[in-house]
């Protein structure tokens, strides 16, 4: 089923320029007298790491998939509606992209939804599994599989069981600015494909 796709853009972070050095993010000796400046609205918080002010990780959610619906994907689940006794997400393989990205993106996590949810903080929302830490090849691609979350798996398949074949997806990448490391730019776009195994009761 897919794919579904999120967009990684971290050009939002903001790194004053007062915290720039020739291209790159600046290396600022700290002590416990010498206190880590403060950057200001939309930047990281810095702390004083080995005596140079690091940028706390920065969290980013990656919006909201509309609507996923499994009897768009297959027209088995029409057809076997009322004799459905399971349905389970077996598999979750991504891809993803660099589109001009410039530093690395911690682990990905992903949660899904009903169809009402807004966001992650939404009722209902839980956690579906994570995309480790996006490594990519010299083509700029890289690939895998959703470490899946068993109790969130489970409660996806109650969901589609017991409530409706429709939910949403949400996902939420972390960065991890260095002092000295690159600044924020660029993308990476992430396509997710789930693999979904139904299984039916005996008819007579």
Known sequence: MGPIGFVVDV????????????????RVACSASARCPALGAGAPAL??????????????????????????YSSVFAAVSGNVSQVTVTRAAWQAAAMGLRIPVGTI?????????????????????????????????????VAL?????????????????RFRLFARAVVDLTP????PAGRASIQLRLTVRAETRLLR
């Open 47 to 72: 702390r004083c790491v080995a005596g140079a002010c690091d940028p706390d990780p920065v969290p980013i959610d990656l919006g909201v998939t509309a609507a996923v619906d499994l009897g768009a």
């Open 11 to 26: 050009s939002p972070i903001a790194i004053p320029a007062t915290f720039q050095q020739n291209g790159r993010v600046a």
């Open 180 to 183: 000295g490391g690159p600044l």
């Open 149 to 165: 979350d068993a109790a969130g798996n489970a409660a996806l398949s109650n969901h589609f069981l017991h409530v409706s074949r």
């Open 109 to 145: 996590e992903l949660f899904w939804g009903p169809e009402s949810a807004t966001g992650i903080p939404a009722d209902g929302v839980r956690r579906l599994g994570a995309v480790p830490a996006l490594t990519f090849d010299a083509q700029g691609a890289a690939a895998g599989d």
